[in-house]
């Protein structure tokens, strides 16, 4: 997938639906006007709840360790690998990056529906 960070500045919405157990594996690119941003430096949060107003927090994925890596020839690649093992259900989730300089954005927000798995390995 690829994000763009242009003059428009709210965040994508892209919708996940995902089996309990399965690794949710995904690369997403960022742009701006066809521009690379460079995430050299930048920490990347994902954070997974059961509504937009809860504060309880289902899941946290981040670039230092926690299921998220950055990297790609121009640095701009966010790659997403995390075992889900939060309950069967619906949540929403978002991904915000914190630039070196503490720039502060949010590029991508949506649904994020966890479906029971049939087969338990």
Known sequence: MSCN??????????????WKNDNWAQTFALFANDVPISL????CEIQ????????TVSATLDSTGGGITIGGVNNNLITVDYPITIAAGNYVYDMTVVFPDDFTKTYIWGT?????DITQI
């Open 5 to 18: 960070n242009s003059a428009d500045l709210r965040p994508a919405t892209y919708n996940i639906q995902i």
């Open 40 to 43: 050299t430096g930048a920490y």
């Open 48 to 55: 997974i709840r059961p509504s937009i107003k809860s504060t």
């Open 112 to 116: 994020f529906i966890v479906y029971q």
